[in-house]
Structure formats: structure tokens, C-alpha cells
């Protein structure tokens, strides 16, 4: 099976043929197939994937995203560039910039800003990063550092799109959704499929739902967003007066119902919606346990540097090692506060701190728990920054920027692919999104090309149309 699933046009032509009475003759004939297809999908649960088995074996189980929205600068974070401080309020170069795209500073003065903070070698493989990570540092020699990344959208809701989606066109599934349609969920008790946010240290910028979203996959595949603080979904808890059993009772009926519609239909947005109610009762009793942390460690709490609920990063990145234990198959953790269009040297320190023991935190307790091993930890933004000055910040960039990744598959301790001098080209072993959807896919036993879903007469893939390479020079 390569994956591709034509689901709703199998689903229009039984209806048609069923509600012009011609379905006792041709379902039982030309579609009896189709057929065993449309009953296996209205038994079938959310946790259900469609590549079984998958294309190879798997390196991994499961993925966890840790998203620093609103743009990382790269130069005051992982990519250290001597000429750049050398250069420090000079003009830039007009042979980089001049034709290409330019987000804010577009038809202004552009002067070189020098990286704002010292970075230092780390770990026995001597990795470069910025002394605003004191505690990633530490754990440099478990990191793949990729310095050549390059995306397509210079502003951030596109370019999160795009780095999510493969495209910048809405309403396509998110990479985490693709996941999920191809593999399913190893548990049975939460979705396979979770978002958390945070923020704090630069400007908010607002992620919208469609981050997360199915698109046109069937909507058991899209992300649930739980809540940072209070209560982690709306209405988890039991109206007053109202039982365990009493609950029960309501969700079977409302099923039952659900049921002899579908049975009409066999629609598989009324299997999805009866799979959530399901999955809703199921929750009431897996929610309350996974956020209560009173059988955590103080010494774990300690590592996190968090109190739990409070809302935090740190919070969340203790919550991510919890539904990882729990199966979740895709977890993404978003930090709203990257976005540093001024005051850059204040802005990156404030918002590291905010991720930096979190961050490091989720990465060594998943070693110790033996997690790390299935798991591909992410980290990165939409796009880097400018070498350019806007004013006392950067701006948006998309030619060259960072991000990491570590975990099960993945070589540790090195640094891969580099940008020019001012850190403003990607120039050696260039890493577009596609090639990091490539490689997610790969690492997870799914090849990408083979890997499709039919929607309006075509065959779509997370990767596009468009060549991506798996970068097997990163991988063990």
C-alpha cells in the first residue's frame, strides 16, 4: 500500500447509488470492495493509520516539536560569524542583498549588526552556541545542528504555514496530521496528536488552529490543543450532579444516533465525530491523571525549573515527557516570543531563558527515561533573522537560518551545512522544509514520494510536487 486513500469519492458514490435505489443492485456487484472499505472505516477508531505496514522500519515512534515562533535570530544563537562582528555597523554588502527579498528594511540603509552575544564550544564535539543557552550547551554532544536551513515565506503566518504544511496555501494538512494519517496513535486514551503554547520575551505572535489542522484529511487526524494553565481542556470535568455511568449513557446514545446516520450515509466526518465522543468520555478519566504530577520527582520538577500548570515552556516541556509516555505520537510545543524587530541583544536573552532548562530539561529525561531513543526531539523557527540592522533588532530572514534535531536515527554532536560570512546565505549542504518533511517522514518508516493522498482529482503529499532529498548524512 503506498498511501494514497480516496475515501470521499468512494463515500459519494454509495450515496448516490443508495439514494436512487440503485443500491441493492450495485453495491452488492460493481462496489461490493468499496464496500468492505466503508465498513472497516466506521469501526474503525482515531488511533488508526492507513500505512500498515509502514514503507521500511521505523526509526522512531514518535515526534515532539518544540516551535520558537516569531523567527530565532540564528546569529545570536547558533551560528556564530566573526566577520559579522568584525563588520559592525559597516554598510552590508549590496552583492547579497541587492534583488533579494527584504521583509521591513525593504528600500532602507543596510548596516551590518555584529552578533550580540559571545558564544562558546560546547561538549567533547565543541558545537558553537551562544552563551544565552547555558544549559542546551551542556548537552551540545546529543544535538544535530543544522546551519543551512531555507524556506520560502518571509512573513509568519505563511511561513509557519509553509514550514507546517509544506505550503503556504491554507487549509493543507499539518506535517502532524500527515503523521498521524499515515502511522495512527499507540494509545487509545488521548489523541495521537497534541499542542500546547507558551510565551514571553518578544512579541506574541498570534499561531492560528490551521497549524494543527487535517485540511482535507479526515478531521480524527487533526491536532487537539490542550490548555498551559487551569483546566487542560474546556469542560473535562463532569457538570455537577452528573456521573461517570450518567455520561456514559449520554455518549452511547448520542452515538447510537450517530450510528444510524452514518449507517444512511457512511460518511466518515460521522465516524470521526463519533470517534471524538468517544475519545472525549476516554479523556475525562486520562486528562486529570496526566497533569497530576504528584508522583513526579522533586528532583524532576527541579531539573524543569518549572511549577506545573503555571503556563510556562519549562511547564509544558515536563508535560511533552509525560504524553510521550503515554503514546501520543505527535507533540508540539509552540513559544510564542522570538520575534525581535528591536532590542535584539535584550530580546533573545529574555525569551532563551525562557526555553533554555526546559528545553534542556525534556531532552536529558527523555535520555534517562530510554525515550529518546524512538523519539525525534525538533528544534527551530519559521525563518532566521537579518545580519542587517532594524535598528536595535533584525528583521525576518529566509536565505539562511538554525535549527536541531536529536534523538532516535539522528547523528548527535555535529554541525551541518553552514551560511556565508554574514550568516546571510545558506552556501553548503542547503536544507530546504521539504528536505526536513523528507527526513521526518523517513525516520518514521514512511517514504515521502510514495506517501499521498487523493483530494479533487490529485494525488497530494506533505512534500509537494517539488524534489526533496532525506539529508542521509545526518542520519546513523
Same mark, same amino acid.
Given at each position: 500500500?503506498?498511501? &494514497?486513500?480516496?475515501?470521499?469519492?468512494v463515500?459519494?458514490?454509495?450515496?448516490?447509488?443508495?439514494?436512487?435505489?440503485?443500491?441493492?443492485?450495485a453495491?452488492?456487484s460493481?462496489?461490493?470492495?468499496?464496500?468492505?472499505?466503508?465498513?472497516?472505516?466506521?469501526?474503525?477508531?482515531?488511533?488508526?493509520?492507513?500505512?500498515?505496514?509502514?514503507?521500511?522500519?521505523?526509526r522512531i515512534?514518535?515526534?515532539?516539536?518544540l516551535?520558537?515562533?516569531?523567527g530565532?535570530?540564528?546569529l *545570536?544563537?547558533?551560528?556564530?560569524?566573526?566577520?559579522?562582528?568584525?563588520?559592525d555597523?559597516e *554598510?552590508?554588502?549590496?552583492?547579497?542583498?541587492?534583488g533579494?527579498?527584504?521583509?521591513?528594511?525593504?528600500?532602507?540603509?543596510?548596516?551590518?549588526?555584529?552578533p550580540?552575544?559571545?558564544?562558546?564550544?560546547?561538549?567533547?564535539?565543541?558545537?558553537?552556541?551562544?552563551?544565552?543557552?547555558p544549559?542546551?550547551?551542556?548537552?551540545?554532544?546529543n544535538?544535530?545542528?543544522?546551519?543551512?536551513?531555507?524556506?520560502? /515565506?518571509?512573513n509568519?503566518?505563511?511561513?509557519?504555514?509553509?514550514?507546517?504544511? =509544506?505550503?503556504a496555501?491554507s487549509?493543507?494538512?499539518?506535517?502532524?496530521?500527515?503523521v498521524?494519517?499515515?502511522?495512527?496513535? *499507540?494509545?487509545?486514551?488521548?489523541?495521537?496528536?497534541?499542542?500546547?503554547?507558551?510565551?514571553? =520575551?518578544? /512579541?506574541?505572535?498570534?499561531?492560528?488552529?490551521?497549524?494543527?489542522?487535517?485540511?482535507?484529511?479526515?478531521?480524527? $487526524?487533526?491536532g487537539? /490543543?490542550m490548555?498551559?494553565?487551569? +483546566?487542560?481542556?474546556?469542560?473535562v470535568?463532569?457538570?455537577?450532579?452528573?456521573?461517570?455511568?450518567?455520561?456514559?449513557?449520554?455518549?452511547n446514545?448520542?452515538?447510537?444516533?450517530?450510528?444510524?446516520?452514518?449507517?444512511?450515509?457512511?460518511?466518515?466526518?460521522?465516524?470521526?465525530?463519533?470517534?471524538?465522543?468517544?475519545?472525549? $468520555?476516554?479523556?475525562?478519566a486520562?486528562?486529570p491523571?496526566?497533569t497530576?504530577?504528584? +508522583?513526579?520527582?522533586?528532583?524532576?520538577i527541579d531539573?524543569?525549573?518549572?511549577?506545573?500548570?503555571?503556563?510556562?515552556?519549562?511547564?509544558?516541556?515536563?508535560?511533552?515527557?509525560?504524553?510521550?509516555?503515554?503514546?501520543?505520537r $505527535?507533540?508540539?510545543?509552540?513559544?510564542?516570543?522570538?520575534?525581535?524587530?528591536?532590542?535584539?541583544?535584550?530580546?533573545?536573552?529574555?525569551?532563551?531563558k525562557?526555553?533554555?532548562?526546559?528545553?534542556?530539561?525534556?531532552?536529558?529525561?527523555l535520555q534517562?527515561?530510554?525515550?529518546?531513543?524512538?523519539?525525534?526531539?525538533?528544534w527551530?523557527?519559521? $525563518?532566521?533573522? &537579518?545580519?542587517?540592522? /532594524? =535598528? &536595535?533588532?533584525?528583521?525576518?530572514?529566509?536565505?539562511?537560518?538554525?535549527?536541531?534535531?536529536?534523538?532516535?536515527?539522528?547523528?548527535?554532536?555535529?554541525?551541518?551545512?553552514?551560511?556565508?560570512?554574514?550568516?546571510?546565505?545558506?552556501?553548503?549542504?542547503?536544507?530546504?522544509?521539504?528536505?526536513f518533511?523528507?527526513t521526518?517522514?523517513?525516520?518514521l518508516?514512511?517514504?515521502?514520494?510514495?506517501f499521498?493522498?487523493?483530494?479533487q482529482?490529485?494525488?497530494?503529499?506533505?512534500?509537494?510536487?517539488? *524534489?526533496?532529498?532525506?539529508?542521509?548524512?545526518?542520519?546513523?
Open positions: 500500500m503506498n498511501g &494514497t486513500f480516496d475515501q470521499p469519492e463515500t459519494a458514490r454509495r450515496t448516490f447509488l443508495k439514494r436512487t435505489g440503485l443500491g441493492s443492485i453495491l452488492a460493481l462496489l461490493n470492495r468499496q464496500q468492505l472499505i466503508l465498513a472497516d472505516e466506521a469501526h474503525e477508531s482515531a488511533s488508526s493509520g492507513t500505512l500498515i505496514p509502514a514503507h521500511f522500519p521505523a515512534k514518535r515526534v515532539i516539536h516551535c520558537m515562533a516569531g530565532p535570530s540564528h *545570536e544563537t547558533f551560528d556564530y560569524k566573526p566577520e559579522l562582528a568584525k563588520q555597523g *554598510e552590508m554588502p549590496s552583492l547579497l542583498t541587492e533579494q527579498p527584504i521583509a521591513q528594511l525593504q528600500g532602507k540603509q543596510l548596516k551590518v549588526l555584529g550580540q552575544h559571545p558564544f562558546r564550544r560546547c561538549g567533547d564535539s565543541g558545537l558553537e552556541i551562544s552563551s544565552v543557552f544549559h542546551l550547551g551542556e548537552c551540545a554532544d544535538i544535530c545542528l543544522i546551519k543551512s536551513m531555507y524556506t520560502e /515565506q518571509i509568519h503566518d505563511p511561513a509557519h504555514t509553509f514550514f507546517n504544511t =509544506g505550503t496555501i487549509g493543507r494538512p499539518s506535517m502532524g496530521s500527515w498521524l494519517y499515515g502511522l495512527g496513535a *499507540e494509545t487509545q486514551d488521548l489523541p495521537g496528536f497534541i499542542v500546547l503554547t507558551s510565551e514571553g =520575551g518578544g /512579541q506574541s505572535q498570534p499561531i492560528s488552529s490551521r497549524q494543527w489542522h487535517s485540511g482535507f484529511l479526515p478531521s480524527r $487526524f487533526q487537539v /490543543q490548555h498551559s494553565s487551569g +483546566n487542560p481542556v474546556h469542560y470535568s463532569n457538570p455537577g450532579g452528573i456521573g461517570r455511568e450518567q455520561q456514559a449513557e449520554i455518549v446514545a448520542i452515538n447510537d444516533i450517530n450510528g444510524l446516520r452514518n449507517r444512511e450515509l457512511a460518511d466518515p466526518e460521522i465516524t470521526a465525530k463519533i470517534a471524538a465522543y468517544e475519545m472525549a $468520555f476516554r479523556m475525562q486520562s486528562v491523571e496526566l497530576d504530577i504528584s +508522583n513526579e520527582p522533586r528532583h524532576i531539573m524543569y525549573g518549572c511549577t506545573p500548570g503555571d503556563g510556562s515552556f519549562a511547564s509544558n516541556c515536563l508535560l511533552a515527557r509525560r504524553l510521550a509516555e503515554r503514546g501520543v $505527535f507533540i508540539q510545543l509552540y513559544h510564542r516570543g522570538w520575534d525581535h524587530h528591536g532590542g535584539v541583544k535584550s530580546g533573545v536573552a529574555t525569551t532563551a525562557l526555553v533554555d532548562q526546559g528545553t534542556a530539561a525534556l531532552l536529558s529525561d534517562q527515561r530510554g525515550l529518546l531513543d524512538d523519539t525525534l526531539l525538533v527551530g523557527g519559521e $525563518f532566521g533573522r &537579518t545580519p542587517m540592522a /532594524q =535598528g &536595535t533588532g533584525r528583521d525576518h530572514h529566509i536565505k539562511g537560518y538554525s535549527m536541531w534535531m536529536a534523538g532516535g536515527g539522528v547523528r548527535s554532536g555535529i554541525s551541518y551545512g553552514a551560511t556565508d560570512d554574514f550568516g546571510y546565505n545558506a552556501v553548503e549542504n542547503r536544507v530546504h522544509v521539504r528536505d518533511h523528507a521526518l517522514l523517513h525516520l518508516g514512511i517514504d515521502a514520494d510514495r499521498s493522498y487523493k483530494f482529482g490529485l494525488d497530494f503529499r506533505l512534500t509537494g510536487v517539488e *524534489e526533496a532529498h532525506v539529508l542521509h548524512d545526518i542520519l546513523i
